[in-house]
């Protein structure tokens, strides 16, 4: 099916659904380029839509907003006026959850329930609205669109997928899959017969882009050189979720033969910046988010160009929880770059410090990706966990308590662990008062302590 009728079958799977995946991809490839001050002037107006609709429906930011003495308004003129909001952190969004949702009746019952990935310690619970959705999808396929593809053609992902979904939620998934002309293979488990069946349908099938954690790209290089399979290419591999390191970048580049594209996101705030076609450092998604990056969290003041601070971001889209001044517990830069050659005026930005997760080990050979079990901890009476490998027959998971354990939830993970590793591994749990950060003030939620030649 070529690109022309896969749109028009989005068109139908929208008219359906009510979905504008298709609307919000036109719009962000409009807006892309325009010039920097009619972006900024877009960003300022959506910002300010949201902030209104924030006071009027969301309890928690009506009481926030009065407490700081602040009028949405005020960012009309002055966008440093933002700065008197509190930041927004993890531990404020669960203490306040059912605050932060919209009281808007009509708003209220569009909502759907997802949990972040947890890669720095803190998985969490939130809301997310239709809007919020599209936006997110569009994003990362105007992204695909900076390497080449187009809406349509084939892409492929190496990609988690939960081991416990109900039927309902599987329909969906497949059926989106379908429509998007996209295949995935779970990231969370990659074993020497799944790389094996992704590798001969990539063969076969030729993607134009590949898709995935840097972690999981990475050990798919290793698996086809080890193969010596050669004939596998693509336009454009994106990495995302994770930190993409340099010699991952370079052994990927070299193993089929294109460019990486190093795209950060989140689940709680979709798309924040992407790299484009001329790698020049990463263009943020001002129509999506306002991002800020903030010397310290006290003084609240914004970093110069080339500086290194926190990046806290407000999500435009997201009107069924708003995330405004949200802490996202990364470092970042903004670029000394001013102008990217590729003629786009989204601003560049460079991640300093980011999430990292490791591979687990298997007793027959597979690499599992940390993260299969993250959502098994955004739990009531889990302030923080870590999943620690020890070895092949162990693995012991760290909970730091909040309030009492759910027994059931427990046997649950401890299922999880095993179906992912080995029905044999122990699975110990450890209940410490805190769990320590390493040196750059984050946490690890997911660590094997087996070298590389075990």
Known sequence: MNPFLRRQLMKAYQWVTGRRILNCLDELNRTQWLSREELLTLQKAKLHKLLVYAYQYVPYYQRTFDQANFQPDEVLTNLASLGKLPILTKAIIRDNFDDMLTTESKQRTKLARLTTGGSTGHPLIFMQDVNFRDYVTADIHRHLEWAGWQFGQLHAYIWGTNFEVTTSQSLRTHLMD????????????????????????????????LFGYASSLYRFAQFVRTKKITDIRFDGIFSSAEVLYQGQRAYIEETFDCKIFNRYGTRDLGGVACECEVHTGLHASIENNYVEILRNFDSKEPVRLGETGHIVVTNLNNYGMPFIRYNIEDMGTWHTVDQCPCGRAL????????????????KDGRAVWGGFASPLFAMEGV???????????????????????????????????????????????????????????KYRYAISEIGEGS
């Open 178 to 209: 379908w429509v998007l002309n996209r295949f995935v293979t779970n990231a969370y488990v990659l074993s020497e017969e799944s790389m094996t069946a992704f590798a001969d349908r990539v063969r076969l099938q030729q993607p134009r882009i």
């Open 347 to 362: 601003p560049l930005m460079d991640l300093v410090q980011g999430r990292h997760i490791d591979m687990f080990k298997t």
């Open 383 to 441: 302030k923080r966990f870590q999943l620690v490998q020890k070895s092949l027959d162990l693995v012991v998971a760290r909970i730091v308590k909040e309030g009492e354990l759910d027994q059931t939830r427990l046997e649950t993970i401890e299922r999880t662990v095993r179906t992912a590793l080995d029905d044999n591994v122990e699975v110990r749990f450890e209940f410490p008062d805190e769990i320590p950060v390493l040196d750059s003030g």
